[in-house]
């Protein structure tokens, strides 16, 4: 707001846009560029915090608030220089406007997270654990409010202060939270999910508090006032229900999945949101409340409000909500902190923020039977703080009911307590995420009526037709042992709206999520379904939402606990129409070596060429020839394995080509104490080929070659007369010399690196198989029978 200049008169408005620099005009006297200076710096400023926070498992929300504080009087504007140049009192007015705009789409997208049905399902416990995590810090916050108005505020409302006070303490900050799980992986954590539902719990009530305050907080003397607002703020909310629900729905019905959401429908709703904005600022609760209520009332149901959501997170969320920190962060100045008097008081409000949400989440989880830790675990998450807590604040200065000094001191307890939160609870909680011990890790087994367990991983829609036809090639004959794939979604957790959206859904879904209450209308999911008619198959989908760095631990505990015996991962480059490998990110090449390092199973790693088509082939017209090259070693035995497995579909041929050097050209070892390895080696292959060949599973349908080679160009050459195959299956860590000069992508091995290779083939998919290890691997072996009830606990559950 412009202030009286010396004259008296208030200052020039400032103008749109300048003539330009070659006019003898300073850009930043004119408000369009100046505003985009200021986007630019608070965007670059922030961005830069959040990455220098990551390695401290900080949510970007922190580096926002520490950014919005050192932009202002604070830190940079002590200079009065940079102060009058880049945030001149004359421009915080568009600044603003700009900022709460940002804020009111923001709080739009934040009541669309938020779903009510899910809130009418929260448990007594949850529902217990919120009402005691807000009133003990309720009551807390009325106490703190008579100390603070009695030394450094005095001369407040008293009943306005106490409603703000007692709102700013006992609130959780709820996508910060879901941040702070989801990164920690604890979402699916019976600690997660109670956590989840008491912070829907109490958002609701924080905006109820929070709307209470601004009605007590008006200007006017009359009592009677903040009746008429309160009255006419539910007039509102249930206005929205009769009459701005029903238009929504009517939008959302006319938006069939798989077709794009009209336009016309998209500018409905931002007009509806900026309407009813207006019309809770025209009643005196603020324009925030009447952008969350439409949030909340739109329909959750199919894809309107996902693309409602992808139309303006992106804008709102990178460019126009870091302002409004910018803006809360220029009202804050730490310096009005001075004396033993105030920074007491400061840690005095840490403190009893701190006791009230934990003694009272404390509490109330061991009166529901609650484990201490995890109930203690469960007060440091309570206590998350957030943007919701900056909006009250800069809404209580607005009002004048907070001074500079309280202000600022209630900024840095919301800092201070959302800080410490990823370190006190990763001191405090630290679940054991393994499962119980299993037996069968590998496709190789001598029991083969065992049910053989595959979590299947992809990326998008362009991997599914080629697994569905593997786990199609995979399942055999039906009248031996039953196949169970796991189909796993590997999704990045983003900084998006969406994204916190996605996790606040798949607390009910199990590890990391899978669907049990509602019928998905995911695509991948309807792929999925469509498949489940299969006999002696079961496809549970499911989806892990991790940052790409850590989604390997989410791959490898999902194996162990679903007692997998491989897990199929898509390779990182997919085929072009030309014939070339293109890589999708470095990111899911480096995915793909951590899997291969710590899983607690055999991987197989999928180069897909289109095995099949573009489509899901049905039983009757499988037709495919599958190719094996057999070397030696372990993961040759278990690529054969599979291979043996899948040659029991009536509609595959496989062809096992055993390779045999003349004179030790292809073999690894050297002379010495390792020709005793490879002797012991060369007379397991020997007694696994054997076996294999006796096998009834093959038939008329398995072709055995033996092929002499005396150089890596024979290999080269044998390989390439069997490239019109479909598929190969091959191990990655085969006994022979590298068959490429290329280093890269050393998890495919010798083989592998030459068969995925465009020049090799540009038609037959590749699978490379890394068998699992267990002499390297000394957690204890147990009976699977024995984990069958642990199993059926868990809840899978058969699309």
Same mark, same amino acid.
């Not at 290890?773 to 699977?784: F, G, H, I, K, L």
């Given at each position: 707001?412009?202030?009286?200049?010396?004259?008296?008169n208030?200052?020039?408005?400032?103008?749109?846009?300048?003539?330009?620099?070659?006019?003898?005009e300073n850009?930043?006297?004119?408000?369009?560029?100046?505003?985009?200076?200021?986007?630019?710096?608070?965007?670059?400023?922030?961005?830069?915090?959040?990455?220098?926070?990551?390695?401290?498992k900080?949510?970007?929300?922190?580096?926002?608030?520490?950014?919005?504080?050192?932009?202002?009087?604070?830190?940079?504007?002590?200079s009065?220089?940079?102060?009058?140049?880049?945030?001149?009192?004359?421009?915080?007015?568009?600044?603003?406007?700009?900022a709460?705009?940002?804020?009111?789409?923001?709080l739009?997208?934040?009541?669309?997270?938020?779903?009510?049905?899910?809130?009418?399902?929260?448990?007594?416990?949850? !529902?217990?654990?919120? &009402? *005691?995590?807000?009133? @003990?810090?309720?009551? %807390? /916050?009325?106490? +703190?409010? =008579?100390?603070?108005?009695?030394?450094?505020?005095?001369?407040?409302h008293?009943?306005?202060?106490?409603?703000?006070?007692?709102?700013a303490?006992?609130?959780?900050a709820f996508?910060?939270?879901?941040?702070?799980?989801?990164?920690?992986?604890?979402?699916t954590?019976?600690?997660?999910?109670m956590?989840?539902?008491?912070a829907?719990?109490?958002?609701?009530?924080?905006?109820?508090?929070?709307?209470?305050?601004?009605?007590?907080?008006?200007?006017?003397?009359?009592?009677?006032?903040?009746?008429?607002?309160?009255?006419?703020?539910?007039?509102?909310?249930?206005?929205?229900?009769?009459?701005?629900?029903p238009?929504?729905?009517?939008?959302?019905?006319?938006?069939?999945?798989?077709?794009p959401?009209?336009?016309?429908?998209?500018?409905?709703? !931002?007009?509806?949101? &900026? *309407?009813?904005?207006? @019309?809770t600022?025209t %009643? /005196?609760i603020? +324009?925030? =409340?009447?952008?969350?209520?439409?949030?909340?009332?739109?329909?959750?149901?199919?894809?309107?409000?996902?693309?409602?959501?992808?139309?303006i997170?992106?804008?709102?969320?990178g460019?126009?909500?870091?302002?409004?920190?910018?803006?809360?962060g220029?009202?804050?100045?730490?310096?009005?902190?001075?004396?033993?008097?105030?920074?007491?008081?400061?840690?005095?409000?840490?403190?009893?923020?701190?006791?009230?949400?934990?003694?009272?989440?404390?509490?109330?989880?061991?009166?529901?039977?609650?484990?201490?830790?995890?109930?203690?675990a469960?007060?440091?998450?309570?206590?998350?703080?957030?943007?919701?807590?900056?909006i009250?604040?800069?809404?209580?200065?607005?009002?004048?009911?907070?001074?500079?000094?309280?202000?600022?001191?209630?900024?840095?307890?919301?800092?201070?307590?959302?800080?410490?939160?990823?370190?006190?609870?990763?001191?405090?909680?630290?679940?054991?995420?393994?499962?119980?011990?299993?037996?069968?890790?590998t496709?190789?087994?001598?029991?083969?009526?065992?049910?053989?367990?595959?979590?299947?991983?992809?990326?998008?829609?362009?991997?599914i037709?080629?697994?569905?036809?593997?786990?199609?090639?995979?399942?055999?004959?039906?009248?031996?042992?039953?196949?169970?794939?796991?189909a796993?979604?590997?999704?990045?957790?983003?900084?998006?709206?969406?994204?916190i959206?996605m996790?606040?859904?798949?607390?009910?879904?199990?590890?990391p999520?899978?669907?049990?209450?509602?019928?998905?209308?995911?695509?991948?999911?309807?792929?999925?379904?469509?498949?489940?008619?299969?006999?002696?198959?079961?496809?549970?989908?499911?989806?892990?939402?991790?940052?790409?760095?850590?989604?390997h631990?989410?791959?490898?505990?999902?194996?162990?606990?679903?007692?997998?015996?491989?897990?199929?991962?898509?390779?990182?480059?997919?085929?072009?129409?030309?014939?070339?490998?293109?890589?999708?990110?470095?990111?899911?090449?480096?995915?793909?070596?951590?899997?291969?390092?710590?899983?607690?199973?055999?991987?197989?790693?999928?180069?897909?060429?289109?095995?099949?088509?573009?489509?899901?082939?049905?039983?009757?017209?499988?037709?495919?020839?599958?190719?094996?090259?057999?070397?030696?070693?372990?993961?040759?035995?278990?690529?054969?394995a599979?291979?043996?497995?899948?040659?029991?579909?009536?509609?595959?041929t496989?062809?096992?080509?055993?390779?045999?050097?003349s004179?030790?050209?292809?073999?690894?070892?050297?002379?010495?104490?390792?020709?005793?390895?490879?002797?012991?080696?060369?007379?397991?292959?020997?007694?696994?080929?054997?076996?294999?060949?006796?096998d009834?599973?093959?038939?008329?349908s398995?072709?055995?070659e033996?092929?002499?080679?005396?150089?890596?160009?024979?290999?080269?050459?044998?390989?390439?007369?069997?490239?019109?195959?479909?598929?190969?299956?091959?191990?990655?860590?085969?006994?022979?010399v590298?068959?490429?000069?290329?280093?890269?992508?050393?998890?495919?091995?010798?083989?592998?690196?030459?068969?995925?290779?465009?020049?090799?083939?540009?038609?037959?998919?590749?699978?490379?198989?890394?068998g699992?290890?267990?002499?390297?691997?000394?957690?204890?072996?147990?009976?699977?029978d024995?984990?069958?009830?642990?199993?059926?606990?868990?809840?899978?559950?058969?699309v």
């Open positions: 707001m412009a202030t009286p200049n010396a004259t008296g208030c200052p020039a408005a400032m103008k749109a846009t300048s003539n330009g620099a070659f006019q003898n850009p930043l006297d004119y408000a369009l560029p100046l505003i985009i200076l200021q986007i630019c710096l608070v965007v670059v400023f922030t961005r830069l915090l959040a990455y220098l926070l990551k390695p401290l900080q949510p970007r929300v922190i580096a926002e608030i520490i950014g919005g504080i050192l932009l202002g009087p604070t830190a940079l504007g002590r009065k220089v940079y102060l009058d140049t880049i945030f001149p009192e004359k421009s915080m007015t568009v600044l603003d406007t700009l709460n705009i940002g804020l009111l789409f923001f739009f997208l934040v009541g669309l997270e938020l779903d009510f049905a899910a809130i009418r399902k929260t448990g007594k416990k949850s !529902l217990l654990i919120a &009402l *005691a995590g807000i009133s @003990l810090p309720f009551v %807390i /916050g009325v106490g +703190a409010s =008579f100390i603070l108005s009695s030394t450094i505020s005095k001369g407040v008293q009943l306005p202060f106490i409603v703000f006070m007692g709102v303490l006992s609130i959780t996508p910060v939270l879901a941040r702070i799980l989801a990164e920690l992986k604890l979402l954590t019976d600690v997660g999910r956590a989840m539902s008491a829907g719990v109490n958002d609701i009530a924080a905006w109820i508090f929070l709307a209470l305050a601004i009605a007590l907080s008006g200007n006017d003397s009359s009592s009677l006032v903040p009746l008429w607002v309160l009255l006419s703020g539910s007039g509102f909310v249930i206005f929205a229900i009769l009459v701005i629900k238009i929504l729905g009517f939008m959302a019905k006319r938006c069939p999945e798989g077709e959401v009209k336009e016309l429908y998209v500018c409905v709703t !931002l007009t509806l949101v &900026l *309407a009813a904005s207006f @019309l600022d %009643i /005196g603020h +324009a925030l =409340f009447g952008a969350f209520v439409v949030g909340i009332v739109t329909p959750k149901q199919g894809p309107f409000c996902r693309i409602l959501t992808e139309k997170e992106d804008l709102v969320s460019l126009l909500l870091p302002l409004y920190f910018a803006s809360s220029l009202k804050t100045d730490v310096t009005t902190i001075r004396g033993a008097q105030s920074w007491g008081l400061l840690v005095l409000v840490i403190l009893t923020t701190c006791f009230g949400k934990i003694v009272g989440t404390v509490g109330a989880s061991m009166l529901c039977k609650v484990p201490f830790r995890e109930a203690m469960l007060g440091v998450l309570m206590n998350t703080k957030g943007l919701v807590e900056l009250v604040l800069n809404i209580g200065k607005d009002r004048k009911v907070l001074n500079d000094q309280v202000f600022a001191i209630l900024v840095l307890m919301a800092l201070v307590t959302t800080f410490i939160t990823t370190p006190l609870l990763l001191a405090i909680y630290k679940p054991a995420r393994k499962g119980a011990p299993y037996k069968h890790r496709i190789q087994r001598k029991d083969h009526d065992s049910e053989l367990r595959i979590l299947a991983c992809f990326h998008s829609t362009r991997n037709p080629t697994l569905i036809n593997m786990i199609e090639s995979s399942r055999g004959t039906g009248l031996k042992g039953r196949l169970c794939v796991y796993m979604h590997l999704m990045e957790l983003s900084e998006r709206s969406s994204a959206a996790v606040h859904k798949a607390r009910y879904n199990g590890l999520i899978w669907n049990k209450i509602e019928r998905s209308t995911d695509q991948m999911v309807i792929a999925f379904e469509g498949y489940q008619h299969l006999r002696a198959v079961a496809v549970r989908p499911m989806t892990a939402i991790s940052d790409l760095s850590t989604i631990e989410d791959i490898c505990t999902s194996a162990h606990q679903k007692r997998v015996a491989m897990i199929l991962l898509p390779f990182h480059k997919h085929q072009r129409m030309d014939g070339a490998m293109e890589s999708i990110g470095h990111a899911f090449h480096e995915v793909n070596k951590r899997v291969l390092q710590q899983a607690p199973c055999s991987v197989g790693i999928l180069v897909d060429r289109g095995l099949g088509g573009a489509s899901h082939v049905v039983a009757s017209e499988v037709d495919y020839k599958i190719v094996v090259p057999f070397f030696g070693g372990l993961d040759d035995r278990e690529a054969l599979y291979g043996m497995k899948m040659v029991e579909h009536p509609g595959i496989l062809t096992i080509l055993k390779f045999v050097a004179r030790g050209t292809l073999k690894r070892f050297e002379k010495g104490e390792e020709e005793e390895d490879e002797k012991k080696e060369k007379e397991i292959d020997e007694d696994f080929v054997r076996e294999l060949m006796n009834p599973r093959g038939n008329e398995l072709a055995y033996e092929r002499v080679v005396e150089s890596k160009e024979d290999v080269r050459a044998t390989l390439k007369a069997t490239s019109k195959c479909n598929l190969f299956v091959v191990g990655r860590n085969a006994a022979v590298p068959l490429v000069n290329s280093t890269d992508c050393p998890e495919l091995g010798p083989v592998g690196r030459l068969l995925s290779s465009s020049e090799f083939s540009t038609t037959a998919s590749v699978l490379v198989v890394q699992y290890d267990s002499a390297a691997d000394t957690r204890p072996v147990v009976e699977d024995d984990y069958e009830q642990s199993s059926r606990e868990i809840g899978d559950s058969t």
